[in-house]
């Protein structure tokens, strides 16, 4: 992945996200964490925040204080990591 912008807070990083773009925190241990919205697609389902693990699995995700605190977010390029089962 191409990194766009590092060093980011939060709201930033959200920014990016909501644009279509990959983020994730460089101080996560876990590696090939990612975040990334899912868009709201019919009228019963709202935007979300979901988490990519390095298996490609996906789970919806609410950031922790530390998270919401951090200056350490970077944003990627490629609209979409989730792999193609």
């Known amino acids: 992945?191409?990194?766009?912008?590092?060093?980011?807070?939060?709201?930033q990083a959200l920014s990016m996200a909501?644009?279509?773009r990959i983020i994730n925190r460089t101080g996560w241990n876990g590696k090939n964490l990612t975040v990334?919205?899912?868009?709201?697609l019919d009228?019963?389902?709202?935007?979300?925040?979901?988490?990519?693990d390095s298996?490609?699995?996906?789970?919806?995700?609410v950031p922790s204080q530390?998270?919401?605190?951090a200056e350490d977010w970077v944003a990627h390029w490629e609209d979409s990591i989730v792999k193609e089962n």
């Open 55 to 61: 298996e490609g699995m996906t789970v919806p995700w």
């Open 66 to 69: 530390g998270d919401l605190f």
């Open 1 to 11: 992945m191409k990194e766009i912008s590092k060093g980011m807070n939060f709201s």
């Open 36 to 40: 990334q919205v899912q868009p709201q």
């Open 18 to 20: 909501k644009d279509g």
């Open 43 to 52: 009228p019963y389902c709202r935007p979300y925040l979901f988490i990519v």
